[in-house]
């Protein structure tokens, strides 16, 4: 039987493939699962998420189905804060939090 070479993942199956934006795309990656999550946790389903998110149903589609290289961060976040979810960006230096998180939430129409 032959031996199957196996290689340690570095974390990130974008790194691991050579994509050159590998820190955006996990991020984006991470966004998006999140933005799954919230939808499940609140029982809606894509319509009504769009119609919450500003993102048309077939964009949110394609973007939950991990097609969304063409999407910004902001977009994610804004789409999150959307659905009333809260997102805290936390900036570190040598492991210690620089000032107070950045936080963003909806805004109140």
Avoid at 27 to 56: E, F, W, Y
Avoid at 91 to 97: A, I, L, Q, Y
């Amino acid at each position: 039987m032959a031996k199957l070479k196996v290689e340690r993942s570095s974390g990130s199956v974008f790194a691991d493939l050579g994509f050159a934006d590998a820190e955006e795309l996990d991020l984006k990656a991470g966004l998006v699962m999140k933005l799954a999550d919230v939808m499940r946790a609140r029982g809606l389903n894509q319509t009504a998420a769009a119609k919450l998110t500003g993102i048309s149903q077939p964009d949110l589609s394609r973007i939950l189905h991990g097609r969304f290289r063409d999407v910004s961060a902001e977009r994610l976040m804004r789409a999150l804060t959307g659905l009333d979810a809260e997102v805290d960006i936390t900036v570190r230096s040598g492991g210690e939090p620089v000032g107070e998180p950045i936080h963003l939430h909806a805004v109140a129409a």
